[in-house]
């Protein structure tokens, strides 16, 4: 990681005030401010302080499992014509790449003195991924999930009890992610001193899309080396990622920004279809608004409020994107594109059978618009695979009756 990042990449990062072009800021309650700020003042002196660096790189290697491997998918790259590298975030501790933020956030709450975790999740990955660091430092952990989600994700929710974090149902709403979210946002204002809120993509208020993106940018930053030891040259063609939030492919796209000759391709979800009200395809369908204290795209109606979104991949169902995300469709730097249900699905079985690697669904769609995507043979195209399908087993044993 590289703190002059924020120099380098005068266009594509942050700015001083807190924004990405017209997105970003800091949209919050007035009582939430001194927590915000606190954090903005502090977050790059902390995570940029050489004994940070020392303890966040050792536990990526000791604990998380880092580097994770980058593969050749020699099947997949034959089946499209094409050479084509998976990024296998898959394997770290928890199976995702959420535990790379967990993991950042954690060093940094012990560095601001803090006590007590809270996190909000919908699908449960970002709350086992909060869970096994708190236990890891020994830190109270707090974990608000929708009553829905509970009954829905219970693996994950016996995890997170397992390692010790409470897990409390938000109980008002359509008792889901996003009221988990106004759950967790009112707990850290009524406990603003002892509490860190680990936000768990690169959404929510300054400075939490810019810290999230930097501890993620550790993914891209190891596919350059990896690369450039494989073929010679530290850039791909293209490099593709699934969009929830955006974490993932903030990750896997940061240090490839400036290389304008690299094509960055985001992958939403159309859940039923793009315009079939059942979808979570932001960028298509969404519009510039506010939610969860940032400026960015999101799915809305006519009066502004929140259009519920849809996807069988509970790690996409969210109606917005980052800001950071925003900026780049707007200004043409990425792709966005979308997949359905069902080409997520074959998708998720082609990699698995061609593989070996059952992937998670979020990332499933990234690897079906492979299927969309016309080849001379010469490109060499890396997809993050950002987590395993342990988790969708069930549903994918009842999409393909197996
Ligand atoms: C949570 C999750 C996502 C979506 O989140 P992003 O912030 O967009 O990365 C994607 N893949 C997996 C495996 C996830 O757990």
């Known amino acids: 990681m590289n703190r002059d990042f924020i120099i380098s990449s005068v266009k594509w990062g942050v700015n001083p005030k807190g924004y990405y072009g017209d997105f970003g800021g800091a949209y919050i309650p007035e009582m939430l401010y001194p927590n915000v700020e606190q954090l903005r003042q502090q977050y790059l002196d902390i995570i940029y302080e050489q004994g940070f660096q020392e303890e966040f790189h050792m536990l990526l290697k000791d604990y998380v499992g880092r580097p994770s491997p980058l593969f050749h998918a020699e099947r997949l790259s034959a ?68 009553e829905v989600d509970i009954e829905r994700q219970a693996p994950n929710v016996a ?73 010679g040259s530290e850039n791909p063609d293209i490099v593709m990622a699934c969009v929830g939030g955006g974490s993932n492919a903030m990750g896997m ?52 409020q929140v259009i519920e979104p849809y996807s069988i991949s509970a790690g996409l169902d969210y109606p917005g994107i980052g800001p950071q995300h925003a900026h780049l469709f707007k200004q043409n730097r990425a792709e966005y594109v979308s997949i359905t249900d069902d ?41 993050c695979l950002s987590g395993r399908g342990d988790k969708d087993l069930d549903t994918y044993m009842n999409y393909f009756n197996l």
């Open 79 to 146: 089946k499209y014509g094409t050479t084509i590298y998976l990024k296998r975030e898959d394997l770290n501790h928890t199976g995702a790449h959420k535990i790379n933020n967990t993991v950042g956030q954690i060093l940094l709450a012990e560095r601001l003195g803090k006590k007590r975790i809270i996190a909000e999740t919908g699908a449960g990955q970002h709350g086992v991924a909060t869970a096994t660091v708190c236990a890891l430092k020994g830190l109270e952990c707090i974990i608000y999930m929708g």
């Open 159 to 231: 995890r997170m009890k397992m390692m010790g974090a409470k897990v409390v149902p938000a109980v008002s709403g359509s008792k889901t992610l996003k009221d988990a979210t106004n759950e967790a946002m009112r707990d850290w204002i009524n406990n603003p001193i002892d509490t860190h809120y680990i936000i768990g993509s690169v959404v929510g208020p300054h400075p939490y899309p810019d810290m999230v993106a930097r501890f993620q940018s550790v993914i891209s930053e190891e596919t350059k080396k990896q690369l450039l030891e494989k073929t």
């Open 253 to 304: 796209f940061y240090h490839f920004l400036d290389d304008q000759d690299v094509r960055l391709i985001a992958v939403e979800a159309a859940g039923l279809g793009v315009y079939s009200g059942e979808s979570a395809a932001t960028t298509i369908l969404g519009k510039e608004g506010v939610l969860h204290g940032s400026r960015s795209i999101l799915m809305q109606n006519d009066d502004g």
């Open 343 to 383: 080409e997520a699905m074959q998708a998720g079985r082609l990699c698995s059978e061609l593989e070996g690697i059952i992937p998670a669904i979020e990332t499933a769609h990234a690897l079906a618009y492979l299927e969309k995507m016309i080849f001379t043979g010469k490109e060499s195209v890396v997809i």
